[in-house]
């Protein structure tokens, strides 16, 4: 648990920024950051403690405008993560509460069902093991199917074997992350959009809200406890309350194909390859989205700024940052071949499709159009390891702020699917560390 937290430690300057100290908003908790994983925390922190004064501040003017409106839209079942870990649990428990707040709620949703599919032989044991570890995760319902019955499911996809997991489903997240703010909201909870956080300060003769929270506008909010949870900027705002700056996080693009919508019945279920052991990301699949589309993605580039979601959205700072940090230069060397393919492929439509006609030779390049891209926010060691899990530093926190603030420094995939689950656990870890 220890791990999936950062405490700040460090002893802050105090300083006085604002004019009117009765007009500045006046929280016993803040949590930054309006995606998924804070709004459901906001949420659930306000069901839990209806009492307290709770405020959510959130930098774009909407909710979700980065990784919680821009994925694939999986729920996903739990199949891939290493058993015992954060992500098999929580994807696991999360996949239940998610649907049960769907109906509760009446937000549209499909459980189309997911396969995995082995097209070569090689790649069988590999599919085997994940029937296993899906077996130890808890995961509902999965079954072994050999080349005939994948095609009962999947009348287009062809593969020697595959995997079905029947409860895997689709849903726009961006949506429920909406859902989850409108359920603060109506419980007395505060928003702050266009609120960018761009500084920390010890409170000025205010030891009952000893933390101020300042933004870009040199607006302020005092607080008595703070959650952070920025997803891309989740480092930046942790080295700004005097965290280290690793997990540094590095900025990954991945770009979607649309099927044209005469196409459309080419595809049911999503269908996933059996991913490649050596990379993080499950690799390029055929997801049906609940709006009608089907998506075909996402790839892995490099973006050139956190919030890079085109070729030229390039932030001459932020590029550099990612250039000097050892981490992510040893590992652009163990990937190069790699991060080379995946440019090319990205430039070139057809090799994009090809990835993909080895589960529907039927898709041919006329058939695509280019679709929407997300940002991954990909967390890594000085070391160039990739890190998976949800990762959390575990300083022994200290100091007037120090003692005060909790950062979620990384919710990668699945942290959508995972997110009523998180919310629950951060609830448990403020109850544990501030008394709450
Ligand atoms: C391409 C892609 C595909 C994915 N597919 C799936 C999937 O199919 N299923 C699944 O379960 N998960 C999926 N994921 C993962 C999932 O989207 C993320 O785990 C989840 O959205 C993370 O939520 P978050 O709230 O931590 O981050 P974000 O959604 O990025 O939210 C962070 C928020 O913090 C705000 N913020 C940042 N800095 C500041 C600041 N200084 N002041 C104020 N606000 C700030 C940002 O504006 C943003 O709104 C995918 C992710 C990507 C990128």
Same mark, same amino acid.
């Given at each position: ?5 950062? %405490? ?23 949590? =930054? ?9 906001? @949420? ?59 109906? *509760?709620? @009446? ?45 009962? =499911? ?91 700056? *690793? ?7 991945? *770009?979607?194909?649309? %099927? ?70 040893? #590992? ?9 393919? *995946?440019? %090319?492929?990205?430039?070139? #439509? ?25 940002? @991954?926010?990909?967390a890594m060691g000085k070391d160039g390891t990739l890190i998976e899990d949800f ?9 007037? =702020? ?35």
């Open positions: 648990m220890n791990k999936l937290f950062n %405490i700040t430690h460090k002893n802050f300057n105090t300083v006085a920024r604002y004019h009117n100290v009765a007009q500045i908003p006046k929280y016993d908790l803040v949590v =930054i950051g309006g995606g998924i994983v804070g709004a459901a925390s906001a @949420r659930e922190l306000k069901i839990r403690h209806p009492t307290c004064k709770i405020g959510l501040l959130e930098k774009e003017s909407g909710y979700a405008c980065h990784q919680s409106g821009n994925n694939s839209g999986v729920v996903h079942a739990g199949i891939y993560y290493k058993p015992g870990s954060l992500k098999a649990k929580l994807c696991v428990e999360g996949l239940r509460l998610a649907y049960t707040y769907f109906d *509760e709620k @009446r937000i549209k949703y499909s459980k189309c069902g997911k396969l995995i599919v082995a097209t070569e032989q090689s790649e069988v044991s590999r599919l085997l093991d994940l029937y296993d570890r899906g077996i130890q995760n808890g995961v509902q319902d999965l079954k072994l199917l050999d080349g005939k019955e994948l095609k009962e =499911i999947e009348p287009y996809s062809k593969g020697i074997q595959a995997l079905w997991s029947p409860h895997t489903g689709i849903v726009n997240w961006g949506e429920v992350t909406k859902s989850y703010v409108q359920d603060f909201e109506e419980r007395g909870g505060k928003t702050h959009l266009d609120f960018n956080v761009n500084q920390f300060y010890e409170s000025k003769d205010d030891a009952e809200y000893p933390v101020t929270i300042s933004n870009s506008l040199d607006k302020q909010v005092q607080a008595k406890y703070v959650l952070t949870c920025c997803g891309l900027h989740s480092d930046t705002v942790a080295v700004l309350t005097g965290c280290p700056e *690793e997990p540094k996080i590095i900025p990954f693009r991945g *770009e979607y194909l649309y %099927i044209k919508k005469e196409k459309s019945n080419l595809v049911k279920a999503n269908i996933y390859p059996v991913p490649d052991p050596r990379f993080p990301f499950l690799g390029v699949h055929l997801t049906p989205r609940i709006d009608g589309r089907i998506i075909v993605g996402p790839n892995a580039i490099l973006a050139f700024c956190k919030e890079g979601y085109r070729w030229g959205d390039i932030n001459m700072k932020e590029l550099k940052e990612i250039a000097e940090f050892s981490g992510f230069r040893k #590992m652009a060397m163990k990937y190069a071949g790699f991060g080379l393919k *995946e440019m %090319i492929r990205s430039a070139i #439509m057809p090799l994009q499709v090809m990835q993909v006609q080895k589960y529907i030779q039927e898709l041919t390049t006329s058939d695509v159009e280019m679709g929407p891209a997300g940002v @991954r926010a990909q990762v959390f530093d575990s300083k022994p926190s200290s100091g007037a =702020i120090g003692s005060r603030v909790l950062h979620c420094r990384n919710a990668p995939s699945p942290g959508a699917t995972s997110s009523l689950a998180i919310a629950k656990m951060i609830a448990d870890k403020m109850k544990d560390e501030f008394k709450l």
